[in-house]
């Protein structure tokens, strides 16, 4: 079967199976492992993508419901230049990240966190970014991170 989608700002139609996730999809198909599989089961959020803006659990959402949506997953947030998103940056300034594993997902969630709520207070990020697991850096600089991004897009309108 082949399936239609936006992805990262461009048309797309890729082959896949009934059952396979967008997760499989993006990782197996389309060769984007930006996206991470873990618990699969959509508790940790290390495979979080952008579904028309929201961030969404790849890993059990099935390939055929992203179909004529917008997908942008961690390798379609930086410019065609290659300048990273704000808050990639923030991620990489304060060190939010060791292993780098809930990274992606950590980074898609804060953008669309920030598109709905430029200046989140603390306790606002802590709740926002729930779905998230980091099994590495105690969350503390990646909270950092995301209040540095907040300041960085607000002194950029
Ligand atoms: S791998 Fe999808 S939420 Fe953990
Ligand atoms: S940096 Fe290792 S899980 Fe978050």
């Known amino acids: 079967m082949k399936l239609s989608f936006n992805l990262n700002g461009r048309p797309i139609e890729v082959e896949y199976e009934h059952q ?6 993006l990782r197996e198909r389309l060769n984007l492992t930006g996206t991470k599989i873990s618990c699969e ?3 940790c959020g290390a495979c979080t993508v952008l579904i028309d803006g929201l961030p969404v659990s790849s890993c059990t959402l099935l390939a055929y419901e992203a179909r ?3 997908v942008v997953t961690i390798e379609g947030l930086a410019k065609p230049d290659g300048a990273l998103h704000p808050v990639q940056q923030a991620f990489i300034d304060e060190f939010a990240f060791q292993c780098g594993f809930c990274t992606p997902g950590m ?3 804060a953008k669309a966190l920030l598109d709905e709520n430029p200046k989140p207070s603390r306790e606002e990020i802590v709740h926002y970014m729930d779905g998230n697991i ?3 850096t105690g ?3 990646i909270v ?7 300041q960085k897009l607000s002194n950029e309108k």
């Open 41 to 43: 089961v959509q508790v």
């Open 68 to 70: 004529e949506r917008n």
């Open 139 to 141: 969350y503390v600089p």
């Open 107 to 109: 980074i898609l969630a």
């Open 134 to 136: 980091c099994r590495c």
């Open 144 to 150: 950092r991170a995301i209040q540095k991004a907040a």
């Open 20 to 25: 396979e996730t967008l997760a499989e999809v």
